[in-house]
């Protein structure tokens, strides 16, 4: 196989190197299928703009809350995990609905309270013991750290480094949630975030299959992906990840995926079998 050049990006001289020694380009050039992941992406962002879709769920009253509070979408990052986004998202809107207070001070002081309402049925999460405890730990986060304030976690204009970090320091926010979370705030929040080169694509379950599928990446591991977004579009490697989630969702199913209706198709050299191989699938 020929050597990938990374055709369309700039990749910086020492990861160009590590690119040449370590992937091949299987069928179509990489930086194709960039272009058209990127532009899947524009298309996704223009379309949360217009109103076609929610930017978080198909709840108005749950997506206004998440755009207008912070503390909201804090709770928001926190519990997407191991459940449907939508169903996640719209959990801080259930949650406030099913509580008698809301924000940080009052799920600190009420974690008998939290635990009751993420319990009643319907359950609010898969995990209904774990994720009130980290909701609460970190309402006491920012109470103790950010003065009661959760936008003062993004309000400096941090760069995307800095805001992954703190959003990590959360319990029960990993490398994917961070990431993701610095994508939203940026584009669909408004918040001014720095230094977007470094920010990074989520290791994220969708992701990771469309990532081997396409060829892009070589194995399913947590810094060689990351790495290899930086290497493909190193002024923001965190723009691919929503458009890449979203390919993996729409499209590109564990099984059966739908290759005909993708956005990539005739640039995919379609390695069904690579992205099955994916661990938690
Ligand atoms: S659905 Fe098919 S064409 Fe689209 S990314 Fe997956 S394997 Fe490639």
Request: charged share 20%; hydrophobic share 45%; with cysteine.
């Amino acid at each position: 196989m020929r050597p990938c050049v990374w055709q369309g990006v700039s990749p910086s001289v020492g990861r160009q190197a590590v690119v040449a020694s370590q992937y091949a380009c299987p069928v179509s050039d990489h930086a194709s299928i960039v272009n058209a992941i990127l532009a899947h992406g524009a298309l996704l962002a223009a379309n949360a703009r217009a109103g076609v879709n929610g930017v978080f769920t198909k709840d108005s009253e749950a997506d206004r809350l998440l755009v207008n509070d912070p503390f909201a979408f804090l709770v928001g990052v926190i519990v997407d995990y191991q459940m449907p986004a939508e169903r996640a998202w719209i959990l801080p809107y259930r949650l406030k609905e099913r509580l008698g207070g809301w924000g940080p001070e009052y799920l600190a002081d009420h974690p008998t309270e939290v635990a009751a309402a993420f319990a009643e049925p319907p359950k609010l999460h898969r995990f209904p013991n774990q994720t009130p405890r980290f909701v609460v730990d970190g309402s006491r986060r920012v109470i103790d750290e950010y003065h009661g304030d959760a936008a003062s976690i993004w309000s400096d204009a941090p760069t995307a480094t800095v805001l992954q970090e703190r959003l990590r320091a959360f319990v029960g926010i990993s490398q994917k949630k961070a990431a993701m979370a610095v994508e939203l705030l940026e584009r669909d929040l408004g918040v001014v975030v720095l230094g977007l080169e470094g920010s990074d694509v989520a290791y994220d379950i969708h992701l990771r299959r469309v990532m081997l599928r396409t060829g892009l990446a070589q194995r399913d591991n947590v810094d060689h992906m990351v790495e290899i977004a930086r290497i493909l579009h190193p002024q923001r490697p965190g723009e691919l990840d929503f458009p890449l989630w979203d390919i993996g969702r729409s499209w590109c199913h564990k099984t059966e995926p739908v290759c005909g209706e993708c956005v990539l198709t005739g640039l995919c050299p379609q390695n069904i079998v690579a992205g099955n191989l994916v661990r938690g699938a």
